[in-house]
T-cell receptor
Framework: RKEVEQDPGPFNVPEGATVAFNCTYSNSASQSFFWYRQDCRKEPKLLMSVYSSGNEDGRFTAQLNRASQYISLLIRDSKLSDSATYLCVVFYSGGYQKVTFGTGTKLQVIP | GAVVSQHPSWVICKSGTSVKIECRSLDFQATTMFWYRQFPKQSLMLMATSNEGSKATYEQGVEKDKFLINHASLTLSTLTVTSAHPEDSSFYIC???????????????FGPGTRLTVL
């Protein structure tokens, strides 16, 4: 089983749609969780951290479910500019540091 | 804030030469920097974790003698690809981690990447 798993997509959605991505992780001791977006041939950019209580930033909502070991990202009112690959990132910093990226979920918002 | 730069942004070299890539945190001190490699249509793969003033920790399968990492200061880490070969051609990305006031611990900020092509 991969340490961090994501549905690779692509998710093709019309403008204005709501889309949700899930990401599962295998290390129950993982401590920090993030969503990044990566545009083609560019570096990842931080979208948002994920808190246990869930957090929202404009049209984006992130949730963490520690019991089931998954995090989610919800995008409301999709814009064309949301088209990108969304990367789930899990960080463990116990006796050693370990950061693991998911393979990413590709989103294409269609006019 | 939280800007990370990388230099060069792209490089083409002959097989057998060594290439040095610099990663700098411009407006914060990075206690930890990470080096990643990304092949086309694949996810980022962590190569090594570098803490200032200590030896880098390499991921399994990454040759430490081939990919030399130096993290001499809190704002600079370098990756040297020694005796590069065509299979080393890839997109190399660094990231830096604070602490930054107000940020979630472990938040990483990425450099723009270096595209290496080995002929």
């Amino acid at each position: 089983r991969k340490e961090v798993e994501q549905d690779p997509g692509p998710f093709n959605v019309p403008e204005g749609a709501t889309v949700a991505f899930n990401c599962t992780y295998s290390n129950s001791a993982s401590q920090s969780f993030f969503w990044y977006r990566q545009d083609c041939r560019k570096e990842p950019k931080l979208l948002m951290s994920v808190y246990s209580s869930g957090n929202e930033d404009g049209r984006f909502t992130a949730q963490l479910n520690r019991a089931s070991q998954y995090i989610s990202l919800l995008i409301r009112d999709s814009k064309l500019s949301d088209s990108a690959t969304y990367l789930c990132v899990v960080f463990y910093s116990g006796g050693y540091q370990k950061v693991t990226f998911g393979t990413g979920t590709k989103l294409q918002v269609i006019p | 804030g939280a800007v990370v730069s990388q230099h060069p942004s792209w490089v083409i070299c002959k097989s057998g030469t060594s290439v040095k890539i610099e990663c700098r945190s411009l407006d914060f001190q990075a206690t930890t920097m990470f080096w990643y490699r990304q092949f086309p249509k694949q996810s980022l793969m962590l190569m090594a974790t570098s803490n200032e003033g200590s030896k880098a920790t390499y991921e399994q399968g990454v040759e430490k003698d081939k990919f030399l990492i130096n993290h001499a200061s809190l704002t600079l880490s370098t990756l040297t690809v020694t005796s590069a070969h065509p299979e080393d051609s890839s997109f190399y990305i660094c990231s830096a981690r604070g602490p930054l006031a107000g940020e979630v611990p472990d938040t990483q900020y990425f450099g723009p990447g270096t595209r290496l092509t080995v002929l």
